[in-house]
Nanobody, 117 residues
């Protein structure tokens, strides 16, 4: 059974930082692109960042560029999202996902991030 488990969410003040982790089990994703998405209250899930298997290819949503950094440790089958200078509008449930055949097919259960003013 493939599992993606996010951790590291929580409550933080605006301007603060959090580091999300997503540990995969059940198979290795070292050759798969992985990404982070988020769902704000009352809105559809949106793309945040992704990273290719080579770790040098990363993409970010405009809203998080310069503040968030995605990385991965293939030896640990884990992807990270370092979030700095958090804003209240970053409050959301954050999901990690693993892609296969150009589609995100595996999803975690999500972790809540709440940024207070």
């Amino acid at each position: 059974q493939v599992l993606l488990v996010e951790s590291g969410g929580g409550l933080v003040q605006a301007g603060g930082s959090l580091r999300l982790s997503c540990a995969a089990s059940g198979r290795t994703f070292s050759r798969n692109p992985m990404g982070w998405f988020r769902q704000l209250p009352g809105k559809e899930r949106e793309f945040v960042a992704d990273i290719g298997w080579s770790v040098t290819t990363t993409t970010y949503a405009d809203s998080v560029k310069g503040r968030f950094t995605i990385s991965r440790d293939n030896a640990k089958n884990t992807v990270y999202l370092q979030m700095n200078n958090l804003k209240p509008e970053d409050t959301a449930v954050y999901y990690c996902a693993a892609a296969e055949a150009a589609k995100y097919r595996y999803w975690g259960q999500g972790t809540q991030v709440t940024v207070s003013t």
